[in-house]
């Protein structure tokens, strides 16, 4: 299995494009607003899911 990532430092490549995360401040702090926003828009989605007549 390690040697299936032995050439990848980080990150996946998801066709042309390679993802990898972000590290420091700003990942932590990415990662706290996508956290935030997440729980707000779940929140609001279940709230009118449970409304609906």
């Given at each position: 299995?390690?040697?299936?990532?032995a050439g990848r430092r980080h990150g996946?490549?998801?066709?042309?494009?390679?993802?990898?995360?972000?590290?420091?401040?700003?990942?932590?702090?990415?990662?706290?607003?996508?956290?935030?926003?997440?729980?707000?828009?779940?929140?609001?989605?279940?709230?009118?899911?449970?409304?609906?007549?």
């Amino acid at each position: 299995m390690v040697a299936a990532f032995a050439g990848r430092r980080h990150g996946v490549r998801i066709g042309k494009w390679d993802v990898r995360p972000l590290g420091g401040w700003m990942g932590c702090l990415a990662m706290i607003v996508a956290s935030i926003v997440l729980s707000v828009v779940l929140t609001v989605v279940i709230n009118l899911l449970l409304k609906a007549p």
